[in-house]
C-alpha cells in the first residue's frame, strides 16, 4: 500500500471506481424510493461519474491542479438528478482539498472526505437526513488514522453503518424496507477506491430480484427538471431565489461560468424560461417522473390493465419533444443529433415497455446502426423489434400518430411508413464555424436552417431563418408544429405564424437544446 497517491494514481483510483459503481447500478436503481421513486438514481450516479472521467482522460493528470479541476468541472457539467447534482457538489469538495497538493496521503484524504461532505450539505437548499448527504458526513467523521489504506477502510465502515440506519430516518425507506440509494450509491463508490487502493477484482453484479418502486402506489409526482447554463453573471444565489418558488428537491450550483439547475417542478417551461434570463440554456432534461414509476410499475405486470400486443420506443430530443412523443404512447429514450444514445440504452428501453412487439423510432441515422443491434438483442431474448428508418424528428412524430398499441406492426407500419413520407422537419440553429455547404456561405454563430436534415438556407435572426423554411416546403401542408430552443421567446414565434394564416400553426416549448426552432409540417 502506498504512503501517499500522486495525480496519476489518484485519476486512476477515481477511473477504476467508476467501473466498479457501474457494476451496481441496477442494484441502486432497484432502491430508489426517495425523493420520488422513479428508478434511476444509480443511472445518475453514474453518468455524473463518467463525465468526471471523461474529464480526467482529458485532463494532464501529471499535475494534481488538473486532477481536482477535472473532478469537479466534469462531474458539475454531467451531473444528472438529485443525487448525481449532489455527487458532483461532493467531489468538488473533495477536489477543493487537493488543490496546491503534489499527493494525497491519510490526512489529506480525511480532510477531503469532510470537505466533500460540507459541499454537498452546502449545496442543498434543505438538506434531508437519510440520503446520501448523511452517509457522506459519517464517512468524514468516521475517517481515523494516519495511512490511506486505514482511512479507507474506517471511512468505509462508518459509510456503512450510516447508510443501515437511513430507514429510521426517512418514512419512504421505511415504507419500501430499503436504505437510501444515493447514500449506498456513495458507500459502492467509497468500495471501488478501496479496491483500486487494494488491486481487488471487479466484483460480479449483484441479481436484482426486487425493485422497491413496487412499493407506492402511481401518483402524481411532477417533473424532473434540469437545465445547464453557461455565461452566467450573476450569483448562484440569485437564481436559486428565482426557482424556488416552482418545486422542491432544489439544487442550483456553479462554476467557470456554468450554473446546474436540477428541481422537481409541475411547470417546467415556466421554470425554464425563468432561468433563461440569467444566461445562455445550453442543456436541459425535463423527465415525468410520474410516468417513469407508471412504467417501472408495468414492466413487473403491477397495472391492472391487459397488455396489448404493440409497444413504441422512440429516441427524441427537447423535453417538448419527448412529452409529445409520450402523449403518443412511446417510451422516450433521450438522446439525437450530437447525443447519440448507446445500444444499452436503447436495449434497456426496449425490455422495459411490457409489450412483446415493439416498434423503434431512431429519428436519426446516426442512431440507426444502434437501433439495429438492439433490435437484434432484444430479439435474441424473445422480444419481436420493428426498426422504422425515422430519419428526422419530424418523421418519428408523424409515425407516432399513426400508433395504436392494439394493432399489430404488420398493420401499423404501412401506415406509420406512408405519414413519414408526408412530414417535412425544419430545423434552426446556429453555425458552429465559419463554411461553405452546397454554395451556402456559413458564418460562425449566424443562424442556420435545414429541411429534412440538409441546409438550405441561412439568415441573420432564427426567425427569419423559421420563416424562409415554411415558404419552401409549405406547399401541399396544412399543419406545421413548431417547438421552441429554451432561449426561444413564444412572442417571436407567434409573429412567424401569423405571416401563416394558411396553416393550423401550433407553438409549443421544449425543442431540443441549441436550437431555436424545431418545425414540422404535415
Given amino acids: 500500500m502506498a504512503k501517499a497517491w500522486g495525480p496519476e494514481a489518484v485519476a486512476e483510483a477515481f477511473r477504476y471506481a467508476t467501473r466498479w459503481f457501474q457494476v451496481y447500478v441496477e442494484e441502486l436503481n432497484a432502491l430508489n424510493v426517495y425523493p420520488v421513486p422513479d428508478g434511476d438514481t444509480g443511472t445518475n450516479m453514474l453518468h455524473t461519474l ?58 489529506l484524504l480525511r480532510r477531503a472526505l469532510r470537505m466533500g461532505a460540507e459541499s454537498g450539505y452546502k449545496a442543498v437548499m434543505r438538506p434531508v437526513e437519510g440520503t446520501i448527504l448523511t452517509v457522506a458526513r459519517a464517512a468524514g467523521e468516521g475517517a481515523r488514522g494516519e495511512a490511506l489504506e486505514e482511512v479507507l477502510e474506517t471511512a468505509l465502515e462508518a459509510a456503512r453503518e450510516a447508510l443501515e440506519r437511513t430507514p429510521e430516518l426517512l418514512p419512504a425507506l421505511r415504507q419500501a424496507g430499503v436504505v437510501d440509494a444515493g447514500g449506498a450509491g456513495y458507500v459502492r463508490l467509497l468500495e471501488g477506491i478501496r479496491g483500486y487502493a487494494l488491486g481487488l ?14 412499493a407506492f402506489a402511481t401518483e402524481e409526482f411532477g417533473y424532473c427538471t434540469e437545465f445547464l447554463m453557461e455565461g452566467v453573471e450573476v450569483p448562484v444565489e440569485r437564481i436559486r431565489e428565482a426557482v424556488a418558488p416552482f418545486g422542491d428537491s432544489l439544487l442550483v450550483v456553479g462554476a467557470e461560468g456554468y450554473v446546474k439547475g436540477h428541481i422537481h417542478t409541475d411547470d417546467p417551461d415556466g421554470l425554464l424560461a425563468t432561468v433563461a434570463r440569467f444566461g445562455r440554456v445550453v442543456r436541459t432534461k425535463v423527465e415525468d417522473m410520474t410516468q417513469q414509476h407508471t412504467e ?9 390493465e391487459e397488455v396489448p400486443p404493440t409497444g413504441l420506443v422512440a429516441v427524441a430530443l427537447g423535453h417538448g419533444v419527448a412529452r409529445a412523443f409520450r402523449s403518443l404512447g412511446a417510451r422516450v429514450v433521450a438522446g439525437g443529433q450530437t447525443q447519440n444514445p448507446s445500444v444499452e440504452d436503447l436495449l434497456a428501453a426496449i425490455r422495459s415497455v411490457p409489450n412483446p412487439k415493439v416498434i423503434l423510432l431512431p429519428n436519426n441515422p446516426n442512431v440507426f446502426l444502434a437501433a439495429t443491434e438492439a433490435a437484434k438483442l432484444a430479439q435474441e431474448a424473445g422480444k419481436e423489434v420493428h426498426v422504422l428508418k425515422t430519419r428526422t424528428l419530424g418523421q418519428g412524430l408523424a409515425a407516432a400518430v399513426r400508433y395504436t398499441p392494439e394493432a399489430l406492426p404488420e398493420e401499423l407500419l404501412p401506415e406509420m ?29 449566424k443562424p442556420i ?10 439568415g441573420e435572426t432564427p426567425e427569419e431563418v423559421v420563416e424562409g423554411l415554411v415558404r419552401m416546403a409549405q406547399e401541399g ?22 405571416k401563416f394564416p394558411e396553416l393550423a400553426v401550433e407553438i409549443l416549448p421544449g425543442g431540443p437544446d441549441l436550437y431555436a426552432y424545431l418545425g414540422v409540417l404535415e
Fill in 296 to 304: 417501472i410499475l408495468s414492466t413487473f405486470g403491477l397495472l391492472a
Fill in 477 to 498: 401542408k396544412e399543419v406545421l408544429t413548431l417547438f421552441l430552443g429554451p432561449n426561444t421567446p413564444k412572442e417571436k414565434a407567434q409573429g412567424v405564424a401569423q
Fill in 417 to 445: 411508413e406512408e405519414a413519414m413520407a408526408g412530414a417535412v422537419t425544419l430545423e434552426v440553429t446556429w453555425a458552429s464555424r465559419d463554411a461553405e455547404v452546397e454554395g451556402l456561405k456559413v458564418l460562425k454563430d
Fill in 201 to 214: 477484482p471487479l466484483p460480479e453484479p449483484p441479481k436484482v430480484e426486487r425493485y422497491a418502486q413496487t
Fill in 449 to 458: 436552417g435545414l429541411l429534412d436534415g440538409r441546409l438550405v438556407l441561412v
Fill in 50 to 107: 463518467e463525465a468526471a472521467r471523461r474529464e480526467l482522460d482529458l485532463a494532464d493528470t501529471s499535475r494534481m491542479d488538473q486532477v481536482a479541476r477535472a473532478l469537479a468541472y466534469g462531474s458539475l457539467l454531467g451531473a444528472r438528478g438529485n443525487s448525481g447534482v449532489i455527487l458532483s457538489q461532493i467531489l468538488r469538495g473533495f477536489a477543493e482539498a487537493l488543490k496546491g497538493k503534489k499527493a494525497l496521503d491519510g490526512p
